[in-house]
């Protein structure tokens, strides 16, 4: 186990519906990173948050955000669903030095289905 | 971050080398090769990585050519629980916070 816990582990919505969805970092990790997951396809970036700030961000449009918390666990956010918004979503520790090093530690994702 | 490429399925008999091969023919001097690997339903998990010198940890080891254009991630003894999907990554160390997966090797296991 690596210590990251996200939740719900399932969750179903409708079209236009939001979701909010939870992560708890492992302990000591400073950067959280979140991940889309389509069937049959590796893992997308979405994007990455460090001392609460987002820090950088992949090719997802403005309805899905986050945030970042004191305690380093954080939250994705996704307004208004759309169908092919139904994937796993994977959230990512890890530790932040001085350069960006240190491999990422996941959790076992929550699986959002979109009707 | 470079690219990388990897075949699509393997298969390998238990207690036999696995022997993954990636190729990364576009890597920068400045960028890693990291292996994670996802087994069904889970979150992936971390294996290995180095930048051009041979590795090995209690998991694999990490093979990286003279010329850094590929690499090999070899599984020593396979047992039916290392059936994943196998990841090959190059990513740098400064400035690059995004891990760029494709879409990976599924190897089989076979009794």
């Known amino acids: 186990e690596t210590g990251v816990t996200q939740s719900p582990t399932h969750l179903i919505k409708t079209r236009g519906q939001q979701v909010t969805l939870r992560c708890s970092s492992q302990?000591?990790?400073?950067?959280v990173s979140w991940y889309q997951q389509a069937l049959g396809q590796g893992p997308q970036f979405i994007f990455q948050y460090y001392r609460e700030e987002e820090n950088g961000r992949g090719n997802f449009p403005p309805r899905f955000s986050g945030l970042q918390f004191p305690n380093y666990s954080s939250e994705l956010n996704v307004n208004a669903l759309e169908l092919d918004d139904s994937a796993l979503y994977l959230c990512?520790?890890?530790?932040?030095?001085?350069?960006?090093?240190?491999?990422?530690?996941f959790g076992e994702g929550s699986r959002l289905t979109v009707l | 971050d470079a690219k990388t490429t990897q075949p699509t399925s393997m298969d390998c008999a238990e207690g036999r080398a696995a022997n993954l091969p990636c190729n990364h023919s576009t890597i920068s001097g400045n960028e890693y090769v990291y292996w994670y690997r996802q087994i069904h339903s889970q979150g992936p998990q971390y294996i290995i990585h180095g930048l051009k010198n041979n590795e090995t940890n209690e998991m694999a080891s990490l093979i990286i050519t003279e010329d850094r254009k590929s690499s090999t991630l070899i599984l020593p003894h396979a047992t039916l629980r290392d059936t994943a999907v196998y990841y090959c990554i190059v990513r740098s160390h400064t400035g690059g916070f995004k891990t760029i997966f494709g879409a990976g090797t599924r190897l089989f296991v076979k009794a």
């Open positions: 990512a520790s890890s530790l932040r030095v001085t350069a960006n090093t240190g491999e990422l530690f």
């Open positions: 302990s000591g990790h400073n950067t």
